[in-house]
Nanobody, 115 residues
């Protein structure tokens, strides 16, 4: 089964940018739909962006026009480019792989947007 490892989180000032990466191992990456979720303290885990095996994408309204999800099947990696970051984007960001009824989560990476 697939294992996921996120990287790229950190502290950034409002208006700044970060790129998150999620690298998969243990299975054929290209057969999974991929997504990024985030969870702020005391809140539920919410979908941020998703990309299908065919490359179709969808975004939460709160990040449309600022975030871009992409995938590189040759590198077994999905990315989340985050621009124009706001303090309300502060959260732990999780990568998820799904195929049918199967789903796997990464361990998460912290993103903090603060001056």
């Amino acid at each position: 089964q697939v294992q996921l490892v996120e990287s790229g989180g950190g502290l950034v000032q409002p208006g700044g940018s970060l790129r998150l990466s999620c690298t998969a191992s243990g299975s054929i990456f290209s057969i999974y739909d991929m997504a990024w979720y985030r969870q702020a303290p005391g809140k539920q885990r919410d979908l941020v962006a998703a990309i299908s095996i065919g490359g179709g994408t969808n975004y939460a309204d709160s990040v449309k026009g600022r975030f871009t999800i992409s995938r590189d099947n040759a590198k077994n990696t999905v990315y989340l480019q985050m621009n124009s970051l706001k303090p309300e984007d502060t959260a732990v960001y999780y990568c998820r792989a799904t195929r049918g009824t199967f789903g796997a989560w990464g361990q998460g990476t912290q993103v903090t947007v603060s001056s």
